[in-house]
C-alpha cells in the first residue's frame, strides 16, 4: 500500500518507493556538476524545519560581491509521513513553514525558482555531492513531570542517527556544521566519534571536519534577518574546521556588519547557546515571584517594570507573561543539566538556579486558571461549564508558533476544572498540540498527560472570527499581546459576549481605562501581576455608592439619560458588590 505525507493545505503527496531513490539521485548528481561548472559550492541542509528551512535559503541567497551566486543548495528531509510533504512544497519555491517575516517565501521562491540555487531532496546518497552539511535537526529534552525539569532526558536520536548517516556518506573534504542546539560536550563527544567510526568503517584514515555554530532565530517579522544578520558564534572540532567554518559563515552571513566570534572549542560555542537562553529563562522567572507579590499588595507590576526600564542598565527587565513558550528556552537549560551527568559523568548537583527558573517558567500558566476561578467567585458564577475564550495560542505577540505557549496550559487546566474553552488566534490555522494531541510533539509527550478530561480538546479548533470567539463568552483571557487585542473595546467585548463577563489580563494588556470601563460595564477584572485592579474597582463601586446616595439625598428619580456611563454603572452595580 502506498503511504502518504499530508501538507497543512491538505495536499496528498505519495511517499517515494525504491525505483524513485535511484531516479532523484541521478538529478541531483546532474544538478550538482552544473552548478560546480558555474563555480558554486554544494551545501546539503540537513533538517527542513523552522531553523533548516530559512538557513537553506539564506545560504542559497548568498552572493559574491558581483552579484554571482556562490552556493548551491540541497535541503533534505526524512521522506516520513508527517514531514515528506515539506520536499515537494519546497520543490516548488513554496516555504515549507508559515512566517510573518515576508521575506521568507520570497526568498525561498526567489533561490528555486529564479537564481535556481535550491532543491530539495530526501535521499541521503545526496550527502555525497555536499561541500558542507549543516545539520538542523531537533535535539530535544524530554520532560518525564511537570515542573521539575531534572526529571527528563535529552533526546539525541535524532540528531545521532543524522551524524551516523552522514558519516556513511559524506566525502573526506565535507564540512560538517552543527547548528542545532546541543547539549554542551555533543559536537566532540557524541558527534566527533559517531562520525569518526563511520569513516573507520568505510576504510577512511582521515578525520572528520567538524564544528558547531548554534542559531539565534527569532520566529516572527524579522526571521530572515534573525539568522543572517545577526552575530553568530563558532568553534571546530580542530584547526581545518575551524578555518572551513569561518570562511563558511563568512560567505552566507552578514558577518561585516555582524562580525563573528570564535571560540576556542565547541563546547564553548554549544555552553554559550545553552547559558544565553538560561539566562533569558532566569530574568524572566525571577518576576513570577514579584507578579504574585503585586497581585496580593495593590501594586501594578507593569507599572514598575515600566519605571525601572528607564535605567539604562536595567532596561532588558520583562514582564513574562502567562509561561514561557518557544521551542528553546524550556528545554535548553534542561540540555545543560544533562550534558553534564551524562556527557561528562558528573554526579553532584551543581545547578540551582537554572532548573528553578524553568520549573517556575513552565508552570505560570497554572496560576492564570487560579485568577479565572477567583474571578467567577466573585461574580457568583460556578467555572464548570463555564464558555472560555482565549485570546491568543502562540507562545509570543505576532508570530504563529504555538510550541510550549502558556496559553497551552491554561487551555488545559481550565479543561480540567470543567470549563468550556474557545480559542481565537489570528495567526493560527490549526493547533496541532490539541487536534493532534496523542502524537504531538511526539507521541506520549503531549503536556495532555499531566492533566485530566483531556479527550475534548481533540476538538478544539482555532476561531478566526473574533466576534463569534466572543458569543456568548463568560470569560476572555488575554492571553497573548498580539497586536489585534491591545485596544480592544470593552464596549464592544461586552456586546459581543452578551453581557458582563470575567476578564482576565495574563500580559499587561489593559490599559487603567479599559479596566475600569471593564467593572463599570459590570464584568469582573483580574490580571497576571494587576494587583491595582482592586482599587479600581473600588474606585468604580465607590462612584457607584455616591450615585445612589445622590439620589436618594434628593429623593427623587434623577434624570441619567445625558451620562449613559452612570446609567449601566447603576445597572451593573449589585455585581460589584462580592468581595475578592
Ligand atoms: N525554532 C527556533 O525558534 C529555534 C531558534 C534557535 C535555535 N533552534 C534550534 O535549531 C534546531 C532545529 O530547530 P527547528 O525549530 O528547526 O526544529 P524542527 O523540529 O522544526 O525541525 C527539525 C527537522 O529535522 C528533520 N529531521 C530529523 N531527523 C532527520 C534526518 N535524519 N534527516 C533529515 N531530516 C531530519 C525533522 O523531520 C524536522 O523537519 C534545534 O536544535 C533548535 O533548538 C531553534
Known sequence: ??????????????????????????????????????????????????????????????????????????????????????????????????????????????????????????????????????????????????????????????????????????????????????????TEQVGY???????????????????????????????????????????????????????????????????????????????????????????????????????????????????????????????????????????????????????????????KITPLAIDINDTRALHVAHLTRDAFRNMGRPIASAEILVLGASYREDVGDTRYSGSELIVRRLTEMGAELRVHDPYILHWWEFEKQDDYPASSHSLKRFFRGQEKLNYLRIEQDLNKALDRADAVIFAVRHKHYLSLDPDEVVKNAGGPIAVIDCFGILDDERIKRYFELGCEVKGLGRGHVKRIKDQVRAKREQLLLDISMRGEKRDLSSSTGDLELLRNGCKLGVED
Not at 581545518?240 to 576556542?264: A, G, I
Not at 517594570?305 to 528607564?310: D, H, S, T
Request: include cysteine.
Open 193 to 351: 566519534p559517531i562520525i569518526k567510526k563511520a569513516f573507520r568503517k568505510r576504510g577512511i584514515d582521515s578525520d572528520p571536519l567538524l564544528a558547531h555554530s548554534f542559531e539565534r532565530v527569532m520566529p516572527g517579522k524579522n526571521y530572515v534577518a534573525s539568522i543572517r544578520d545577526f552575530w553568530r558564534v563558532c568553534s571546530g572540532v580542530n584547526e581545518e574546521s575551524t578555518r572551513r567554518v569561518v570562511k563558511f559563515l563568512n560567505e552566507v552571513l552578514n558577518t561585516e556588519k555582524f562580525p563573528l566570534t570564535v571560540l576556542d572549542r565547541p563546547i564553548e560555542s554549544e555552553t554559550a547557546k545553552i547559558v544565553e537562553n538560561s539566562f533569558r529563562a532566569t530574568i524572566l522567572a525571577f518576576l513570577d515571584e514579584w507578579s504574585l507579590f503585586a497581585e496580593r499588595n495593590g501594586v501594578d507590576l507593569i507599572k514598575v517594570i515600566n519605571a525601572i526600564k528607564v535605567r539604562p542598565t536595567h532596561d532588558n527587565i520583562i514582564f513574562p507573561g502567562p509561561g514561557i513558550g518557544g521551542y528553546c528556552l524550556p528545554k535548553d537549560g534542561g540540555l545543560g543539566l544533562w550534558a553534564y551527568h551524562h556527557v561528562h559523568g558528573f554526579e553532584d548537583d551543581i545547578f
Open 1 to 186: 500500500m502506498p503511504e502518504y505525507s499530508i501538507s497543512p493545505t491538505d495536499e496528498k503527496f505519495q511517499l517515494p518507493g525504491p525505483d524513485d531513490y535511484r531516479k532523484e539521485f541521478q538529478r541531483l548528481k546532474e544538478v550538482a556538476s552544473e552548478q560546480r561548472a558555474l563555480g558554486r559550492e554544494i551545501v546539503l541542509v540537513m533538517g527542513l524545519g523552522f531553523v533548516g528551512a530559512v538557513m537553506a535559503a539564506v545560504v542559497a541567497d548568498a552572493q559574491d560581491e558581483k552579484g554571482k551566486p556562490t552556493k548551491f543548495v540541497i535541503g533534505m528531509q526524512r521522506p516520513s509521513t508527517r514531514s515528506f510533504w515539506k520536499i515537494p512544497l519546497l520543490q516548488r519555491g513554496i516555504s515549507p513553514m508559515s512566517s510573518e517575516d515576508p521575506e521568507v517565501p520570497l526568498m525561498i521562491n526567489r533561490c528555486v525558482n529564479e537564481k535556481k540555487t535550491l532543491t530539495a531532496t530526501y535521499t541521503y546518497d545526496a550527502l555525497k555531492l555536499a561541500d558542507v552539511v549543516v545539520v538542523d535537526v531537533q535535539c530535544d529534552y524530554l520532560k518525564e513531570s511537570l515542573g521539575n525539569v531534572k526529571d527528563g532526558r535529552a533526546d539525541m536520536a535524532a540528531l545521532e542517527e543524522s551524524l551516523e548517516i552522514i558519516g556513511q556518506h559524506i566525502t573526506t573534504e565535507t564540512l560538517v556544521l552543527i547548528e542545532t542546539t546541543v547539549a554542551p560536550g555533543t
